[in-house]
């Protein structure tokens, strides 16, 4: 293998065995968005259907994974259930330093296995255990299971599996990461699902030679970067309220999305406010293998279940995103409930972003009679937890026809039973951000529908002068710069210290001179390759809505403007379309 | 002489940053492993963090139990460590009694030296560098 390809580990899930593969060039691919997507163009089935057996579940890291502070997440690849288009999610825990220590810079599950199984890949050993037994498993039951059913390497290593929204092949079933974290959206878990893997296993159980060509140098980078790190601003951000530090100014500006985007502003917000979890509920933080931020924030679910002072407690992680979809966008304004609600969630193995919203949907439905009591169970109401908990679990299980229906998301859902003008879905279900037009177009068009794609929530939080063609050249160009950092494979948090100059001289002292001279080319390379990757599955641009609802709202900067928001989208169809050409013969 | 001690792990996040940090700037690797403290999750990351590293033996097991000499006595508590005259044999690793010694692929020993090298790299006050306690002496008991 050439010191500049990948190494990549590919597991043939109906043959039981695995190939290793050296695949790709650094300088080029970059590794992480880049690497999956560049392994998705030679493995994937862009005309099958998602659920292919051959289609491939890719996890990369990139060049950088482990050797830097904040380099510590790991990109999937695959061809999602949600809309059967290329899709990327995105998670930490230690998945990223385990791949670096297994000595994977990706590892690829193809084919489908006869029955559920447990997939183990370490620097010395591949293995495939039958898993049949933990099937119907919740993603709490299956971690505790698993952890003694492969044994070693504790703390050094990472487990991924799925809950049983994974096994129904809900459109948005996540894969849960080391408990705490997620490849959350557009249903990576049923692609797990599908394949009939309920746990991947990845032990970081080996040793490596420092990189570069200079490992003192090495050395003194790496500790003026953790200096940069642990002393800025993003330390105090991410470190003391972390996210849901966000609650109260988004109600604030009136861009809290609040009981399905009916309001964006409410006094009782203050009851599931970032300050409210955090004198409350938070017992601890965690962090992911390589980063000494430790944005992770773990609350305390203390439940009274029987009288006479029985108490059960657990271990909840909660954030921005968790905290508006099943706290404000459910109505429900109690921390501890919401964090009750967070539980079932992971127990399930559904994205929270998705369920919670597409739980709203389905409360305002049933209050305004579009569907009834036969269709949900359980009589769903803005604020009342105890009924969302079962939903949660019939969403889980696809418990009946229109838990099933629903599961393929909120505008599946009202598409069949009717209310898509109140189905908050820009492509998927929303995230926590009612910030107005320019994010709007933004998630609504682009690759991941993500608030991670760029910073157009921001955008929006700053006065502009809604100008059409300066908010798209905005979003190409936002785009290119994190594709960068999540192809080396940098946590978005970190943007802040990350610049040009500094990841240049950690791609120097890693021994990638090359690539720290054209990185920005290669970041222009890798966006138009994920680009490529999701038109050649079917992806139209112009094709994508923005239902009524969102043009309802009313933030701090005023009323939605149309015109504006038109400009803005079909403007982005055309950068859209330009992103994603085919290459010219020759020219690839 | 000073030993290390993770006295306060209960705060312990899982970042791993110490263990990195004394693999690249102490024993010159790139790992989490081969390094003198090492993080485990205690069974599963809600239930925290353990560190595994030298707790300073005063006589070190390790020192009598190794046959060359390439782990002597600490003054203070621990080992003092020339590779040199390391065979490899693992006779350390075996001795010791809270599993403080990795022993990477081809048998070469890691130990923490107690230099504190990787305090400074803990975000949440862990580790520290100090004096062992008085009264611990050999054979578990004070002078009287």
């Known amino acids: ?588 | 002489m000073k030993i290390l001690r993770a006295s306060r792990m209960d705060r312990c996040i899982g970042c791993h940053s110490c263990s990195l940090a004394c693999a690249r700037q102490v024993h010159k690797k790139f790992s989490w492993n081969a390094a003198g403290i090492r993080i485990k999750s205690s069974g599963g990351i809600t239930t925290g963090f353990e560190a595994s590293l030298c707790l300073g033996c005063e006589p070190a097991p390790c020192a009598a139990a190794c046959p060359t000499g390439a782990y002597s006595q600490r003054k203070g508590g621990g080992v003092l460590v020339k590779m040199k005259l390391c065979i490899r044999c693992g006779k350390c690793a075996d001795a010791c009694p809270v599993d403080a010694i990795y022993l990477d692929e081809v048998g070469e020993p890691h130990v923490c030296i107690h230099c504190g090298q990787c305090v400074p790299f803990c975000p949440h006050d862990c580790l520290e560098l100090r004096e062992k306690q008085e009264h611990v002496c050999v054979g578990g008991t004070c002078d009287v």
Not at chain 1, 198 to 215: F, I, R, W, Y
Not at chain 1, 553 to 570: F, H, I
């Open chain 1, 1 to 588: 293998m050439s010191e500049h390809t990948f190494r990549v580990c590919i597991v043939h899930l109906d043959e039981g065995k695995a190939e290793i593969v050296s695949f790709g060039d650094r300088n080029r691919l970059i590794g992480g968005s880049g690497l999956a997507a560049a392994l998705f163009e030679k493995y994937g089935l862009p005309l099958e259907p998602w659920s292919h057996p051959d289609q491939p579940l890719i996890f990369a890291i990139g060049c950088l994974t482990g050797y830097f502070p904040l380099m510590s997440k790991v990109v999937a690849g695959f061809k999602s259930p949600y809309h059967d288009q290329y899709a990327e999610s995105h998670a930490g825990g230690r998945l990223a330093l385990s791949m670096r220590f297994a000595g994977f810079e990706a590892i690829v599950l193809r084919g489908r296995a006869r029955v559920p199984v447990a997939v183990h890949v370490g620097s010395r050993a591949i293995e495939i255990k039958d898993a049949n037994y933990l099937w119907g498993a919740n993603v709490f039951t299956t971690g505790r299971v698993i952890r003694r059913a492969f044994s070693g390497s504790s703390g050094h290593r990472s487990i991924l599996r799925i809950g049983p929204a994974g096994e129904t092949l809900s459109a948005y079933a996540c894969i849960n990461v080391d408990t705490f974290r997620h490849f959350g959206r557009l249903g990576s878990g049923s692609v797990m699902g599908v394949k009939n893997v309920k746990a991947l296993v990845v032990s970081g159980d080996s040793d490596m030679e420092l990189p570069g060509p200079d490992p003192k140098a090495y050395a003194k980078l790496f500790q003026k970067v953790h200096q940069d790190m642990t002393a800025t601003e993003m330390m105090s951000k991410y470190h003391n309220l972390g996210t849901p530090g966000n609650v109260i100014p988004l109600n604030e500006l009136s861009s809290l999305p609040i009981r399905n985007l009916q309001q964006t502003r409410d006094p009782d917000a203050v009851g599931i406010s970032g300050e409210k979890f955090a004198e409350d509920l938070l017992i601890r933080n965690a962090a992911c293998a390589g980063c000494p931020v430790g944005c992770i924030h773990v609350g305390m679910l203390r439940e009274q279940f029987q009288d006479e002072h029985r108490f059960q407690i657990r271990q909840v992680s909660y954030d921005h995103e968790l905290i508006f979809a099943v706290g404000a966008m459910l109505g429900v304004m109690n921390a501890s409930h919401a964090l009750a609600l967070m539980d079932e969630v992971e127990k399930q193995g559904v994205d929270v972003m998705s369920a919670g919203v597409a739980l709203a949907w389905a409360t305002e439905a049933l209050q305004k009679g579009v569907i009834s009591l036969e269709e949900t169970e359980y009589p769903l109401a803005f604020g009342d937890h105890k009924n969302y908990l079962e939903a949660l679990w019939c969403l889980g299980h696809g418990k009946n026809e229109f838990y099933r229906t629903l599961a393929q998301g909120a505008m599946v859902a009202a598409k069949k039973y009717g209310g898509e003008d109140f189905a908050c879905v820009l492509g998927q279900e929303m995230a926590g951000y009612a910030s107005g037009e320019t994010f709007f177009a933004n998630q609504s068009m682009s690759f991941r529908h993500s608030h991670l794609d760029t910073g157009s929530y921001g955008y929006d939080q700053k006065k502009h002068d809604k100008d059409a063609a300066k908010a798209v050249a905005f979003f190409v160009e936002d785009e290119r710069e994190r594709v960068l950092l999540t192809s080396l494979v940098s946590c978005l948090f970190a943007r802040g210290v990350y610049k040009k100059g500094l990841l240049a001289e950690c791609l120097v002292s890693v021994g990638l001179p090359d690539l720290a001279a054209s990185m920005d080319k290669a970041a222009d390379e890798m966006q138009r390759l994920r680009w490529r990757m999701r038109m050649a599955t079917g992806y139209e641009p112009e094709k994508t809505t923005v239902p009524k609802r969102f043009m309802e709202v009313e933030t701090w900067a005023g009323k939605m403007d149309q015109a504006y928001l038109d400009d803005v989208r079909s403007r982005y169809a055309v950068a859209i379309r330009d992103l994603g050409r085919p290459v010219e013969p020759g020219k690839g």
